[in-house]
């Protein structure tokens, strides 16, 4: 059986087990989201794109 879930989903999970049981401050988790979305906007988001799907497409093999 093969569960498929969108990366956001996953760094959701980490955010709130990290505000949970680390007690990483809600307000940590804001500003690293918020830079997150202006980093998006920058020259950067497509490199940082194409490494992400680098980076899941090496974590779950390339089954073809």
Known sequence: ???SLPL????GFF???AIKYLGVRVWIVVLITLFGFW???TFLA???ESGT???VTV???RHI
């Open 1 to 3: 059986m093969t569960v």
């Open 8 to 11: 956001v989903v996953v760094l």
């Open 15 to 17: 955010a709130w087990a």
């Open 39 to 41: 980093l998006s906007r």
């Open 46 to 48: 497509p490199a940082i």
């Open 53 to 55: 799907r680098s980076g």
């Open 59 to 61: 974590i779950n093999g």
